[in-house]
């Protein structure tokens, strides 16, 4: 993930906009070494920012361990060097302790799916909390699944609210030999709730089906239907880590989901010394 010197030098501001008080007072001016480690079992993360943050305030990297490596209670995730160790110490925690519960909730959802359907994907959407989409999608990735969706500008997803303004689920069906030539080189996703629509979009002809909130019984009967016919088919709405298997046993070729990105968790023991 590439982060730029602008978003780099935000996240210092927002933590240290000017001084630490606390490091005047007690007039600190050795260099230290700072060392971070889980408390938990978890999936790596976040390693390439907190090494541009470690640049950026001139420290020394000592030991950066390999994100999307699964590492146990007690491991080492990163060590660096230098006067500004105070700044990062913070920084950096709060980064970890957030990526590191997406990348290890997202790694526990996509083995629980995987070991039903090793075809399977696990993809999640644009739904991230404001202002952390990178570190999220970062944490996603080495976690093993994809995002759904980055932006509105990459991929075409009908829901409801597109055909409300377009003028009905009728003039859809009705022109869609047109739109799809109109997108020669993208998939058409639409989104759906019922198998009596879903019927429709496999007759039409669309690339993707995604049920949203679509029961157990009724998602494997649409799979059934739209493998034969060579369509992909997705599920969404409410599936997390405690339900993903029931939705893997159906079939579906995918999973969207919003779960890893609010998970909590991740426990990170920081030490600084003295040099």
């Avoid at 909730?105 to 644009?126: F, H």
């Avoid at 989409?133 to 699944?145: E, M, P, Q, T, V």
């Avoid at 049920?211 to 799979?223: A, F, R, S, Y």
């Amino acid at each position: 993930m590439f982060y730029t010197y602008e978003e780099i030098d935000r996240l210092i501001q927002e933590d240290m906009s000017m001084f630490d008080l606390t490091k005047e007072l007690l007039e600190i001016d050795i260099k230290g070494k700072i060392s971070f480690y889980t408390r938990k079992d978890t999936v790596v993360t976040a390693n390439n920012l907190i090494e541009m943050l470690c640049k950026r305030l001139d420290l020394k990297v000592n030991f950066k361990e390999k994100n999307k490596k699964f590492i146990k209670v007690g491991d080492r995730l990163f060590e660096a060097e230098g006067e500004n160790v105070l700044i990062l110490w913070k920084i950096a925690q709060n980064i970890y302790e957030y990526a590191l519960s997406v990348s290890t909730y997202t790694y526990e959802m996509v083995q629980k799916a995987k070991n039903i359907n090793p075809n399977i994907e696990i993809l999640t959407t644009r739904k991230v909390i404001p202002f952390t989409k990178k570190i999220a999608l970062n944490a996603i990735i080495d976690g093993g699944a994809y995002p759904h969706r980055i932006t509105t500008t990459e991929t075409i997803l009908v829901f409801d609210n597109y055909i409300n303004l377009y003028g009905g689920w009728d003039k859809f069906f009705n022109d869609f030999t047109h739109l799809k030539h109109k997108a020669v080189e993208k998939k058409w996703v639409v989104e759906c709730e019922s198998i009596e629509r879903a019927k429709k979009l496999i007759e039409i002809g669309v690339d993707v089906i995604q049920l949203d909130k679509v029961d157990i019984d009724t998602t494997k009967k649409i799979v059934d239907i739209a493998h034969n016919k060579n369509i992909k088919v997705l599920s969404a709405g409410g599936i997390n880590k405690e339900n993903i298997e029931e939705y893997a046993k159906t079939g579906v070729d995918g999973i969207v989901t919003t779960a890893p990105y609010f998970a909590k968790g991740a426990d990170v023991r920081v030490v600084i010394d003295s040099l």
